[in-house]
C-alpha cells in the first residue's frame, strides 16, 4: 500500500464523517422547526375572561402581570418545551417566585394551568 491508497482511504473516513456530522445538524434543526412550530405565540396582552386580571407577554422573555385586586408583578418566562412553562415572579422586597405550570393556546383564548391542575385560568387576546 502506499502514500496515495492511504490518503484516497483517509479522505473516505472523512466523507463518512463529515456525512453523519451533517445529519446531526439535519436531525437538530428539524428537531428546533418542530419544536417552534408547537409553541404557543403567547406575545402580547391578555385579560383573564371575567375578571380584571392582565398579563402582557414580551419577545425577550419577561412579563407584567396585575391580579384582580390591582397588584402589580413582573417577571420572566420559559416555554420550556410544547404546552409547559415555567414562570419566574418578581415581588418588592421578597425573593424570586417560581411557578410552574401548562399553557395552551385555542385561537385567542390562552388557558394556563398550574403544575399541580388546581388553577385553571383562561385570558383572551387583547386587540
Known amino acids: 500500500m502506499n502514500r496515495c491508497d492511504l490518503d484516497i482511504r483517509m479522505f473516505g473516513n472523512m466523507k ?3 456525512f453523519k456530522l451533517c445529519s446531526v445538524f439535519i436531525i437538530l434543526a428539524l428537531f428546533f422547526i ?3 412550530a408547537n409553541t404557543p405565540d403567547i406575545i402580547g ?3 383573564e375572561i371575567g375578571k380584571t386580571a392582565t398579563l402582557e407577554f414580551w ?3 419577561t412579563f407584567n402581570a396585575v391580579d384582580n385586586q390591582k397588584m402589580a ?3 420572566k418566562y420559559i416555554l420550556i418545551e410544547p404546552g409547559n412553562v415555567k414562570f419566574e415572579i418578581f415581588r418588592q422586597d421578597s425573593p424570586p417566585e ?3 405550570g401548562t399553557v395552551s393556546l385555542q385561537g385567542d383564548v390562552l388557558t394556563f394551568t ?3 391542575g388546581k388553577e385553571i385560568e383562561r385570558y383572551k387576546r387583547e386587540k
Do not use: P
Open 16 to 18: 463518512k464523517d463529515e
Open 98 to 100: 417560581i411557578v410552574n
Open 114 to 116: 398550574s403544575s399541580d
Open 34 to 36: 418542530l419544536a417552534c
Open 73 to 75: 408583578v413582573k417577571g
Open 59 to 61: 419577545k425577550d422573555g
Open 45 to 47: 396582552k391578555w385579560k
